[in-house]
Antibody, heavy 122, light 108 residues
């Protein structure tokens, strides 16, 4: 059974860097075809995909935020880390990590973490 | 970049059929996935690859994809189906995931 859990600060100040960790179980991100993503959701708004990391360490980022985002994996700890620089109040929202169904880059996100709420405020 | 368009809201009486549309340019050429998000909860995958139901999703949920519109259909709607529904595709031009703006389903 695949489970995911996000962790990180609930409050960050403008201009600071946000670091979020997704700790998972039930699979190995080093296995061929495995992929994970980060998605966020501002309060009352739609889902926004942020980044993806694949088993072979290939990475993809939301085009408009490419310069601010970094995704990395630690397969020994079963963790994926998202870093977002220069935080702004508009970045306030719930941040989710999610697991892709395996095998194709067109796959759906079949398991999601519970999400972690991040507020950006001075 | 690729854009998915959804109506903000749909209302349906219990026991009736709800139809939620997702519009995109030649969306039939893409694989469409659908997520249900109940208030205060994480999204749940209800349809993948246009019309396949993941394990545990009731047969009342079905999907189709044709031309410029993909559709999620929920038959015999129940009060527990009230939620936001998001469609999603992979944009292989920009190499990233695109979500629709979401449709809020209200059960009258």
């Amino acid at each position: 059974q695949v489970t995911l859990k996000e962790s990180g600060p609930a409050l960050v100040k403008p201009t600071e860097t946000l670091t979020l960790t997704c700790t998972f179980s039930g699979f190995s991100l080093s296995s061929s075809g495995m992929r994970m993503a980060w998605i966020r959701q501002p309060p009352g708004k739609a889902l926004e995909w942020l980044a993806r990391i694949d088993w072979d360490d290939e990475k993809f980022y939301r085009t408009s935020m490419r310069t601010r985002l970094s995704i990395a994996k630690d397969t020994s700890k079963n963790q994926v880390v998202l870093t977002m620089t220069n935080m702004d109040p508009v970045d306030t929202g719930t941040y989710y990590c999610a697991h892709y169904t395996s095998g194709s880059p067109f796959d759906a996100l079949d398991v999601w973490g519970q999400g972690t709420m991040v507020t950006v405020s001075s | 970049s690729y854009v998915l368009t959804q109506a903000p809201s749909v209302s349906v009486a219990p026991g009736k059929t709800a139809t939620i549309a997702c519009g995109g340019n030649n969306i039939v050429s893409k694989h469409v996935h659908w997520y249900q998000q109940k208030s205060g909860q994480a999204p749940v995958l209800v349809i993948h690859y246009d019309s396949d139901r993941p394990s545990g999703i009731p047969e009342r949920f079905s999907g189709s994809n044709s031309g410029d519109t993909a559709t999620l259909t929920i038959s015999s709607v129940e009060a527990g189906d009230e939620a936001d529904y998001f469609c999603q595709v992979w944009d292989n031009t920009d190499n990233h995931v695109v979500f629709g703006g979401g449709t809020k389903l209200t059960v009258l």
